[in-house]
């Protein structure tokens, strides 16, 4: 876990000070905007963007970006942390998956999401399926935990981050110090 901690620490010690925030915020134009952003620890995040991207380029990016980052942590991490840190790449995927699952059609940039675009499809009894084998299944499929909040009532969308969150921490390995992992992720 030193090693993890010590590479966390140098590749995200690189993050922007309040000065830099500061500048960020006051761009005025999406160009200006990248252009900040390349000077500090955020240009390992806008690769390949230009002003010229539209908004759902940049969200399909960092949304690559966010992948490729857990997968690089996890492989710092120690053995028996790499399942529970890998599964927060699926994070960033619960929302748009909230939406299909909702019933409502896929976005225009969905497609061309590589996770999302399996979900793409022109038939909607097809796309159910896929989400019903994929995500649905999964909701269902989780043991209600003994501290969990009553899930009667409750929406899909708090069913699935329910579920995602309780799946997540069977991932962790047994430790002493969950009391310590509680009151993290608390926060």
């Known amino acids: 876990m030193d090693y993890a901690q010590a590479r966390i620490q140098a590749r995200f010690g690189e993050r922007p000070d309040e000065s830099t925030w500061h500048v960020l915020e006051s761009a005025r134009s999406p160009g200006a905007l990248l252009e900040a952003a390349r000077s500090c620890g955020l240009r390992r995040w806008i690769a390949g963007l230009d002003a ?4 759902h380029v940049i969200e399909i990016s960092l949304r690559a970006r966010w992948r490729e980052c857990i997968v690089e942590l996890s492989s710092w991490m120690p053995s028996e942390w790499r399942a529970a840190t890998l599964w927060l790449s699926g994070l960033v995927d619960l929302p748009a998956l909230c939406h ?28 159910q399926a896929r989400l019903r084998q994929d995500v649905l299944a999964f909701v269902e499929s989780q043991p209600a935990a003994a501290d969990a909040p009553d899930a009667e009532g409750e929406d899909f969308e708090a069913q699935l981050r329910r ?5 997540w921490r069977r991932l962790w390995p047994a430790r002493r110090e969950a009391g310590s992992l509680d009151r993290l992720t608390a926060v």
């Open 163 to 167: 579920a995602w969150y309780e799946q």
């Open 100 to 127: 299909l699952a909702r019933g409502e059609p896929p976005l225009a940039w969905m497609s061309q999401d590589p996770i999302l675009r399996t979900y793409c499809i022109a038939d909607v009894g097809e796309r």
């Open 52 to 55: 010229s991207c539209g908004s």
